[in-house]
């Protein structure tokens, strides 16, 4: 029987590799279908994609009381997977009904694509709400497993259609065949047959109503810069900006997405259990930060030279989105944790609130930016994303045992890490400059990760070995390599 501790590394782990093989699948696909579509084809694209998330952000949402009740009856998955329906049959309604108004915006493809998106909301709906119980239950394999699948679909039909079709349409059939799978997993993973009742609707509503209003929020305030920048400076802007924010989240959100899955199951089973969550809530910052810091950072000074070589020297332009973007969605990554310590006390009119202030003022920043072009839009979309971070440290504060700037200092070792491996980093490009001059190689790449990738972890270790081995994320990494080497040691034996 795993401890809590085990079942959240255990499934912490499954996630990761699940990301880390979702994520060398993800750079794949960008790196061949940006070759075969053209920056109008990824504008297009964007829009589709940002609505199809709004469809699953929702209806992830609605099942997330599952968690959070103290005892879950069949009666409660039943009205769970109600809601679902109900709420999908709204969506199909809405963007079919939504087509005459997005005729106007003078896009014919917007328009063609409504129907698709009608179809699209019921099928996002059908999924399994007994699925959400093994995240309940600290069980994550499943949840990678369908992570894993569903891209994979995705990533085969997106190359092929786009090696043969040479348009939107490609990834817009790719999208739809993911969520496709991903039904079909949960349903065979755990398999229910549903009955339509809203008997359970006072759990639901009472958790969800605010759940989904400050999601709705969160959601419109992160992709409101891509959907103003694509209105008033046109498609290529917007695909330019979808390119570099889409690699930005295959190596920060797309990755750690499923890790994320384990935080707020992880605090409420803490918060059931013991009187330890604001403990594990500082833990759990420390350790994004640890990771994401250095992926982010990383990422970004090896843009260019990954843009160059695998999309082409027409995407070199939307390296400066990733300079810009790549470290505050790093620090933005916090939002999670936050996220699930509201949701874990129960008080989520207070997340609505603060999500929706912050998307007036993303909207209001992006409208000022826009005015003086694609890299005024840029720089507004940066600050916009530092307005989500001082927001998210005014709600962290309730949360934590210090003050405003706590969940930053927790990863104080990983802020001076990033620092020295930037430092190395740059020294290194400095080094190889009249290589750069004449080509990009993945050699070149190789060696300056390799060079941040060992200043990072030996500055990162020093620091904790140097101020005494404190209990944080550092020890629970040498627990579980210890562990894993007994394993194997006993294997062996």
Known sequence: MLTRRSALAVGAATLLASGVFRQSLGLLTIAITARLLTPEDFGIIAYFLIATALLEMFQRQIGMVLIRLDNVTPEHLHTVFSFQIIFGLMAAILFWAAQPLVALLGIPALTDMMPVLSAMSLVVAIKSPRFLLFERGLRFGFAAGEETLSRLVYAILAITLSWYWRDYWAIVVATFAGQVMRGVWTFSIAPMLPRLTLSQWRDSLSFSSWTIGAQFAQFMSANAPQLIIGATLGLADAGLFRIGTRLVNVVTHQLFTPILRVVYPGLADLSRKTDQGREGFRKINAGFLAI????????????????????????????????????????????????????????????????????????LVMWIGVQYGFYGALIAAGLANLAGLIATLIIAKRFGNGGFFEPLIVGWRSFVSCALMALAVIATNYALRDVLLVTYTPGIVLLKTGVGVVVYTTTHIALWAMTGRPNGFETMVFSLLGKLRNHLRSRKA
């Open 292 to 363: 994401l810091l250095p992926f982010s950072v990383g990422f970004a000074l090896v843009s260019v030279d990954v843009i160059w070589m695998f999309l082409g020297f027409k995407w070199v332009a939307a390296a400066p989105v990733i300079w810009v973007l790549a470290p505050l969605y790093a620090l933005n990554a916090l939002q999670a944790s936050v996220r699930s310590a509201v949701y874990v006390e129960g008080s989520t009119s207070l997340l609505f609130y603060r999500n929706t202030i912050l998307l007036v003022v993303v909207c």
